[in-house]
């Protein structure tokens, strides 16, 4: 039996319609960005998917879309290692393209660093990053950000793509854990 998350919901960081706004504004300064050009939007699963499904909505600029998967730690890990693995990688070739990739969380920042030092390696014509959120506290290695939804304090967070122990992802709000309330799945 999965638990209710109301058993163990601390706070609910940011509601629905604040998260909503959020992106339609990332999603405005997107499109004066790119005006003109082509963008190819690659989403890493799985937390990002909530993200980039409602932030391409607002999207006009003309894009395409793609997704590659990493492991930075499994399940019941709470921090990433600093070891990323691709365990399921684009589909298309990114070369003298104009890409944007689309992340939920950045927390330490391995995960981040490591995509974009593999993607570069492939010579896209720009590479930029767009976050939902930034755990900025707790960065370890500097990334660039491009686009940030919401810097957020070090807490653990699920909802709105974001799991606890792969589930929770359909919320469609960001909350906070309450650890001490928090029953991992058997
Ligand atoms: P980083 O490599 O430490 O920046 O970790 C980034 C990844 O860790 C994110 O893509 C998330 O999958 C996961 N992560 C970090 N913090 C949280 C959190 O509070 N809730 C859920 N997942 C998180
Ligand atoms: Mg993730």
Known sequence: MQQDYQEFLKEILIPQEQ????????????????????????CIL????????????????NHT?????ISSYGTGARKSTGHVR????????????????????VDSGYTIASVLELLST????????CT??????RREIDVPIDY?????????VFGYGLDLDEYYR?????????PERYQPPD
């Open 19 to 42: 998260l909503q706004a959020r992106i339609k504004e990332i999603a405005d300064e997107i499109n004066r960005d790119y005006q003109g050009r082509k963008l190819h939007l690659i």
């Open 46 to 61: 799985r937390g990002g998917v909530l993200f980039l499904a409602d932030l391409m909505r607002y999207i006009t600029v």
């Open 65 to 69: 879309i793609d997704f590659m998967a």
């Open 86 to 105: 691709i365990t399921l990688d684009l589909k298309e070739d990114i070369s003298e393209r104009d890409v944007l990739l689309v992340e939920d969380i």
């Open 122 to 129: 492939r010579h896209p014509k720009s590479l930029r990053v």
């Open 132 to 137: 939902l959120l930034d755990k900025a506290v």
């Open 148 to 156: 940030r939804g919401f810097v957020i304090p070090d807490k653990f």
């Open 170 to 178: 359909n919320l469609p709000f960001i909350g906070a854990v309450d």
